[in-house]
């Protein structure tokens, strides 16, 4: 990317990822018209092969030879024993040494299973961030049919056929973890980010629902906001929405007595996203205990979780203290 630093957003999700990324490089002028990205008098086109030095920030053109890094060899894909890499070693030494001196705890973010046993693998103690609305992407065609819903039962009616997925999905990280501590953010982006853009697919996608072209494409226009960020979304979307917060509980606690029923302790923590005040945070703890005891009292387990929320703005930031009087964890992000 031309901005951004080692801790904006595209540098995190890359991170979790595991892509290569380099941000910040202002040199770049990206003409994503022409599709052509410019760097002084060299002139890169769309398809062109790059190769990137994520370490050293470097950009080459054409394909370099790589290979995964000799710790990754002997930690993940245990293609090389310990004691065949003098750079491994030397990793393994500095992280005892840190060990020995750090006072903090260290968590992922992981939104699948694969993630998180990689994270464990590096010495993870929990997931600090959970992002439930990538796993919505899996199932973009069920969570439309939610979006464009025209009243109350049809909406309960597409959440109904997500639940299954979220709670499979929430069981699979459970069960990696095996009893270290699960943060979940509840449904966070605006919806209209979940919706296709262009008239072709809003076509295709209205043919699909059996509805027309021009109703998915006034759902697309009504969502639409000036300022999207601070807009519907997070918790609001939850109060206006309730439903939305009830199936996500739900397939939580679900997925949770499910996984403690195989004998692997489960220790959840539900965020509740872009609180600004109590009264925000008061009304989607409601339903998400409402929930859990409803699970636990069909299923006949009880297990402990936390309710808690993020402070990401700057009103819950002001209002941090009033907060607290009912949020049991509180997550910073920015």
């Given at each position: 990317?031309?901005?951004?630093?080692?801790?904006?957003?595209?540098?995190?999700?890359?991170?979790?990822?595991?892509?290569?990324?380099?941000?910040?490089?202002?040199?770049?002028?990206?003409?994503?018209?022409?599709?052509?990205?410019?760097?002084?008098?060299?002139?890169?086109?769309?398809?062109?092969?790059?190769?990137?030095?994520?370490?050293?920030?470097?950009?080459?053109?054409?394909?370099?030879?790589?290979?995964?890094?000799?710790?990754?060899?002997?930690?993940?894909?245990?293609?090389?024993?310990?004691?065949?890499?003098?750079?491994?070693?030397?990793?393994?030494?500095?992280?005892?040494?840190?060990?020995?001196?750090?006072?903090?705890?260290?968590?992922?973010?992981?939104?699948?299973?694969?993630?998180?046993?990689?994270?464990?693998?590096?010495?993870?103690?929990?997931?600090?961030?959970?992002?439930?609305?990538?796993?919505?992407f899996d199932h973009i065609g069920e969570f439309r049919e939610m979006i464009l819903a025209d009243d109350?039962?049809?909406?309960?009616?597409?959440?109904?056929?997500?639940?299954?997925f979220q709670r499979n999905d929430f069981a699979g990280l459970f069960r990696e973890m095996k009893g270290r501590p699960v943060?979940?953010?509840?449904?966070?982006?605006?919806?209209?980010?979940?919706?296709?853009?262009?008239?072709?697919?809003?076509?295709?996608?209205?043919?699909?629902?059996?509805?027309?072209?021009?109703?998915?494409?006034?759902?697309?226009?009504?969502?639409?906001?000036?300022?999207?960020?601070?807009?519907?979304?997070?918790?609001?979307?939850?109060?206006?929405?309730?439903?939305?917060?009830?199936?996500?509980?739900?397939?939580?606690?679900?997925?949770?007595?499910?996984?403690?029923?195989?004998?692997?302790?489960?220790?959840?923590?539900?965020?509740?996203?872009?609180?600004?005040?109590?009264?925000?945070?008061?009304?989607?703890?409601?339903?998400?205990?409402?929930?859990?005891?409803?699970?636990?009292?069909?299923?006949?387990?009880?297990?402990?979780?936390?309710?808690?929320?993020?402070?990401?703005?700057?009103?819950?930031?002001?209002?941090?203290?009033?907060?607290?009087?009912?949020?049991?964890?509180?997550?910073?992000?920015?």
């Amino acid at each position: 990317t031309a901005f951004g630093g080692a801790s904006s957003h595209a540098a995190l999700v890359s991170r979790q990822m595991g892509k290569v990324c380099i941000v910040g490089a202002g040199e770049l002028n990206i003409d994503y018209h022409a599709g052509t990205v410019t760097v002084g008098d060299k002139v890169l086109k769309e398809g062109d092969d790059i190769s990137i030095d994520g370490f050293t920030g470097e950009i080459f053109a054409g394909e370099v030879k790589t290979q995964p890094s000799e710790v990754i060899q002997v930690m993940l894909k245990k293609t090389l024993k310990p004691e065949q890499s003098e750079i491994y070693q030397r990793y393994a030494q500095l992280m005892g040494w840190v060990d020995e001196a750090r006072k903090l705890r260290v968590r992922t973010n992981a939104d699948q299973p694969d993630q998180a046993a990689e994270a464990i693998a590096f010495g993870a103690e929990g997931i600090g961030l959970c992002r439930t609305e990538h796993m919505f992407f899996d199932h973009i065609g069920e969570f439309r049919e939610m979006i464009l819903a025209d009243d109350l039962p049809a909406r309960e009616k597409a959440l109904k056929k997500l639940l299954p997925f979220q709670r499979n999905d929430f069981a699979g990280l459970f069960r990696e973890m095996k009893g270290r501590p699960v943060t979940i953010r509840l449904l966070d982006p605006p919806l209209h980010e979940f919706l296709p853009h262009d008239a072709a697919a809003q076509k295709e996608l209205g043919k699909t629902l059996g509805i027309s072209a021009e109703v998915v494409a006034e759902r697309v226009h009504s969502l639409h906001e000036s300022n999207p960020m601070l807009g519907h979304r997070g918790c609001r979307l939850g109060i206006v929405y309730p439903e939305i917060t009830a199936m996500q509980a739900r397939a939580i606690f679900e997925a949770a007595v499910l996984v403690k029923k195989e004998g692997i302790e489960v220790e959840p923590e539900v965020m509740i996203p872009l609180v600004g005040f109590l009264a925000e945070f008061k009304n989607q703890e409601k339903i998400v205990r409402a929930q859990a005891e409803a699970v636990f009292k069909e299923t006949g387990v009880t297990l402990k979780y936390l309710v808690g929320t993020m402070i990401e703005v700057p009103r819950a930031a002001i209002c941090a203290d009033q907060i607290a009087q009912g949020a049991e964890f509180f997550s910073f992000g920015t």
